[in-house]
């Protein structure tokens, strides 16, 4: 590839360009913590998960960006993930400090961007969880299919994101932020394992 290739026209096309490097680093890290393999590691994959989601809670509530995407409260996955922690007798975690606070808004909905299309990734990581006896009901809540469908929600959220109009200060917002959010998730995975009890992951 060129320097000079193409630019995506969509924001969200140029999101997931840009955040390629970033995403497989992580999926590298989550699959060298084999979360599948016991529900002891699998909960501390959830309290990653849980943090993260409670991290972007206040993002999800807030009434400028819900003027923006009207279903955004309900798409926040904080309460399924505190669920799955109790599910599996795990602690809810302490905040780890370091989290996004007031973010402008295209660095805002480049995090909701992560957050939302991880949703996609999770309808394989859920089969996986099936094999822990686990489901969208007990103990990966977080990873079930919303309302409505992912492929739906995905597409519905992608085309107020690529239609919203932002300055060119916020386009680079909204990049630094989806970068950022892959950034901290690794971070908060690291953290989530590095806790974890010793006799659990034994």
Known sequence: MTATAERPALRSQRLNQLTHAP???LDALVKSHAPFDTRESFARFVVAQYLFQSELQALYNDPQLIAIV???AERCR???ARLDLADLDTAVPAAFPGAVHNPSLGAAMGWIFVSEGSK???AF?????VGLGLSDSFGARHLGEPAGGRAEGWKQFTRILDGLELSAEEEAAAEQGA????ERFTELLKHAYATAPKAELA
């Open 70 to 72: 009207p279903d955004l």
């Open 23 to 25: 995403h497989s680093e």
């Open 78 to 80: 904080a309460e399924q």
């Open 125 to 129: 990581l859920i089969k996986r969880a």
């Open 120 to 122: 996609l990734g999770a």
């Open 179 to 182: 970068v950022a959010a892959f």
